[in-house]
Structures are given as C-alpha cells and as structure tokens.
T-cell receptor, first 113, second 111 residues
Framework: DGGITQSPKYLFRKEGQNVTLSCEQN?????MYWYRQDPGQGLRLIYY???????QKGDIAEGYSVSREKKESFPLTVTSAQKNPTAFYLC????????????FGPGTRLTVL | KQEVTQIPAALSVPEGENLVLNCSFT??????LQWFRQDPGKGLTSLLL?????REQTSGRLNASLDKSSGRSTLYIAASQPGDSATYLC??????????FGTGTRLLVSP
C-alpha cells in the first residue's frame, strides 16, 4: 500500500526537551510538508521541502527544525525553543509542480507535560 | 496575505438533504483550490482539487466549484449520509503548493 506514515500517534514530552516526529512516504513524491493544527484554527505550514537536501521555512518555523536527507523521509524536531508545542502535527507530500494534490498522513498528537 | 474563510463553522442536517459548504479567499491569484475531509483525531483526506483554470470538479456525490473573480468556492454534497459527518476544510494554493487553510465546517448528518 502506498501512503504516508507518521509515528508515533501520541507523544508526550516534558518541558525543555527536544522531540522528533517521524514522517515517511512511499509515494515517490518529491515534495513534503509539515503542518500544525490547533483547535479552532486552520492548519499552518511549519516547513516544506521540494527536493532532497533542500527545505524552506513556512509561516511558523520558529522553534522547529527539519532535515531531508532521503526522498522518503522528512522528520520534524520540536525544540525546547517552541513556546507552545502542544498540538496535532500533520505531514503531507505531493508531486512537485503546480496543480498537484497534497496527501496527508494520520498525524501525531504532541502533548507537553 | 491570503486569508481563507469557511462559513458556516458548523452545520447539522437530516440524512438525505443536499447541502452546500462555502469557502472564500481574499487573493484571487491562486493556483488551485483543494477540498479535504477530516474525521476526529485523524489526518486529512483529499476530496477534490480544482485548478485555477477550471470551474468545477465532480467526484461521486461531491461537486466543487471555483469562481476566482469573486474569491469563492463551494462544495456541494448530494443526498447526504451519516457517514458524511466530518469536518470539511478548503485550502488555497498560493504558489509552490503552499496551502492556506480555512478553519473548516463541522458537518453532522443525522439519521
């Protein structure tokens, strides 16, 4: 089955700790994205990558970091500098270029204790 | 800066009704408009994508229209079913597939 996997589904972290969220896709998509979803708000773009070894900041990149060493993988690190990290995190991928749909993973719910 | 608004925020209808969900955007310079469905605690499922040059797209009981000049898109659901209950999100592609999302319409279809 082709798709996007995110792990873990639930993640708990103590304040001051960094944590890494996993995102893997086997759709052979070039582009990958990380979004954050908070109650009552739309999804907001954190980082995106159009190609391996290259990525750009989205609207709310502060306190987050990413890497794109492989086409299939786009891990997101939530650092201790992120002031309000408790949220639902969604990863997506698409074929690069205009008019292409984004496909989403099942999400990771991060709770900071 | 592109802003996307969805009205109503919540909608409750009896099974079998036809219904329309609205999405408006402030900047007409979009590449496409995508509609998604989200079930509670789950990721997003892509429903329809309308390219900027298109006026509408259809998939089964769903029909989405796009009017760039007025900054509006609608999602029409025919003969609604309880299984259609979910939150529906629209998103405008502002370039390089950077999507700007609305806050969604929460739909409840009762038997």
């Amino acid at each position: 089955d082709g798709g996007i996997t995110q792990s873990p589904k639930y993640l708990f972290r103590k304040e001051g700790q960094n944590v890494t969220l996993s995102c893997e896709q086997n759709l052979n998509h070039d582009a990958m994205y990380w979004y954050r979803q908070d109650p009552g708000q739309g999804l907001r773009l954190i980082y995106y990558s159009q190609i391996v070894n290259d990525f750009q900041k989205g609207d709310i990149a502060e306190g987050y970091s990413v890497s794109r060493e492989k086409k299939e993988s786009f891990p997101l690190t939530v650092t201790s500098a992120q002031k309000n990290p408790t949220a639902f995190y969604l990863c997506a991928s698409s074929i690069s270029g205009a008019y292409n749909e984004q496909f989403f993973g099942p999400g990771t719910r991060l709770t900071v204790l | 800066k592109q802003e996307v608004t969805q009205i109503p925020a919540a909608l409750s209808v009896p099974e079998g009704e036809n219904l329309v969900l609205n999405c408006s955007f402030t900047d007409s310079a979009i590449y496409n408009l995508q509609w998604f469905r989200q079930d509670p605690g789950k990721g997003l499922t892509s429903l329809l994508l309308i390219q900027s040059s298109q006026r509408e797209q259809t998939s089964g009981r769903l029909n989405a229209s796009l009017d760039k000049s007025s900054g509006r898109s609608t999602l029409y659901i025919a003969a609604s079913q309880p299984g259609d209950s979910a939150t529906y999100l629209c998103a405008a592609d502002t370039g390089f597939q950077k999507l700007v999302f609305g806050t969604g319409t929460r739909l409840l279809v009762s038997p």
